[in-house]
Nanobody, 122 residues
């Protein structure tokens, strides 16, 4: 059963913006803090943004001030607005359950979706 589906990635120039969306099953969204993870080529998956069931947010230092996580419970969607993108933001982005606040080693508990590729050119 597919529970997480990410979309919205693409190729963008440095300084540009993208908005990612994640369709999550209602039960996952209602019971868990959610987050966006990023996996760069050859690196481990890392949590970059987290949102609680109540809407509090936290971010990794590398994206703080540039990325905004939000969610729409009625539509079972989690968003990641990414502004001022840098080449080092390149990677595959996934959503999943997450720790709050953001901390290293966070692991999603749900089955991973296919992710969405973000490529930032310099």
């Amino acid at each position: 059963q597919v529970q997480l589906v990410e979309s919205g990635g693409g190729l963008v120039q440095a300084g540009g913006s993208l908005r990612l969306s994640c369709s999550a099953s209602r039960i996952i969204l209602s019971l868990n803090n959610m987050g966006w993870y990023r996996q760069a080529l050859g690196k481990e998956r890392e949590l970059v943004a987290s949102i609680t069931t109540g809407g509090r947010t936290d971010y990794a230092e590398s994206v703080k001030g540039r990325f905004t996580i939000s969610k729409d419970d009625a539509r079972s969607l989690v968003y990641l607005q990414m502004n001022s993108l840098k080449p080092e933001d390149t990677g595959v982005y996934y959503c999943n359950t997450a720790t709050f606040p953001v901390r290293p080693g966070s692991r999603g508990l749900a089955s991973w979706g296919q992710g969405t590729q973000v490529t930032v050119s310099s």
